[in-house]
């Protein structure tokens, strides 16, 4: 287990900038990644997220700027000299070597007696539930075991931390699933902080305690992995974390943190305010389509009517689109399992669409 440095960040990136010529990837970032946490780089193909993960293991330079593991300025120190181990997209295996030998190979290069680095890689294959597997050759084992394998060597010399550079995309979903939940166990076993870059929402979701999102070099959004998706501060965000309603309105009223915001002459919703915002500016809601449910009768709070244009049974839920009077559309999402308590309503079949209280979020442009 790696040790805990109390009331010390595990990484501190100040005003973090890289140029590449005249095209700039990271743009004056900072953060702060806890000792001890599963912190998550999220955002497209493009944003800067992978260029800042190899700027903190030491492959790519820093342009401008600061980077400090526990304190200690790092942007000089070459990738081998960093306390920090990589497990990459791709495994890097050595197909000739055993699973011991590969798990063993890293450590013997720093130096271990063979006699150490072997009883150490048998104690990470333990951990990571391979043990049997230990005189196998790694083309013999299946996707999740070679990243299995990966992990326990990356492991093996115990690093302060961890990153992982979107380790999970070349498995299929369902063992995927399953592996994000081993990575989580595994941070946790350890100790060991993890910073771990992906694109892929739920994955972030699921394994996080904390996001940061990112686009174009810039991150928009900072937080817990329930506060971005319920409380996303702007645009892009809302519409990267999961699925949501977007809706152009304009703000008719801000009164007592509340305003009422007109979607249309047919349509108002009342939803908290946000700072800067004034009567007669034109925003962006944002509604869940978890939090609206469908019925044969407005609700006591906020309710909108539509009529429903298509049922779409994906399994676990069934999602539908509303088409409201003055033509725009709502997505509504029903679980399965509430089928029920929650009439599902024919194509054609007019209707109210409800909306859970705090459903609707303002959003900053």
């Known amino acids: ?137 790694t083309t013999q084992l299946s996707g999740g075991q070679q990243q299995r394998v990966a992990l326990a060597r990356a492991l093996a010399p115990q690093p302060k931390v961890l990153l992982l550079d979107e380790p999970l995309s070349a498995l299929d979903l369902k063992l995927r699933k399953a592996m994000q939940l081993e990575l989580k166990h595994l941070q946790r076993e350890t100790g060991i902080t993890f910073i771990f870059v992906t694109h892929d929402q739920e994955e972030a979701l699921t394994m996080s305690d904390r996001i940061a999102v990112m686009s174009a070099g810039e991150i928009q959004q900072l937080g817990a992995a329930r506060d971005i998706y319920e409380r996303p501060c702007n645009m892009f965000v809302a519409d990267f974390i999961g699925e949501t309603n977007l809706l152009e309105v304009s703000v008719k009223a801000v009164e007592n943190g509340k305003a009422t915001c007109i979607l249309s002459s047919k349509h108002q919703l009342t939803c908290p305010a946000i700072d800067g915002l004034t009567t007669g500016a034109k925003a962006h809601l944002s509604v869940r389509p978890e939090r609206l449910f469908l019925s044969s009768t407005p609700s006591e709070t906020e309710s909108l009517h539509g009529t429903i244009k298509e049922n779409v049974f994906i399994g676990t839920d069934i999602t539908t689109i509303v088409s409201l009077s003055d033509g725009l559309e709502l997505t509504v999402r029903t679980s399965n399992s509430d089928r029920g308590n929650k009439r599902i309503f024919e194509v054609g079949a007019e209707v109210c669409v409800n909306l859970e209280p705090q459903a609707a979020q303002l959003l900053s442009d």
């Open 1 to 137: 287990m790696a040790e805990s440095s109390e009331n010390q960040n595990a990484i501190d990136v100040i005003n973090a900038v890289k140029r590449y010529g005249d095209f700039v990837a990271i743009r004056r970032v900072s953060l702060r990644i806890r000792d001890n946490e599963f912190f998550t780089l999220l955002g497209p193909s493009g944003c800067g997220k992978t260029t800042l993960l190899r700027m903190i293991a030491g492959f790519e330079e820093v342009t401008e700027g600061e980077i400090h593991l526990y304190g200690k300025e790092i942007k000089n120190l070459p990738p081998h000299k960093r306390p920090v181990n990589t497990v990459f997209q791709n495994y890097a295996l050595f197909p000739h070597m055993s699973v011991r030998e590969n798990v063993a190979f890293g450590l013997e290069m720093l130096g271990t007696p063979k006699a150490e680095a072997a009883s150490r890689a048998d104690a990470m294959l333990e951990l990571v539930r391979l043990t049997q597997f230990a005189h196998r050759k």
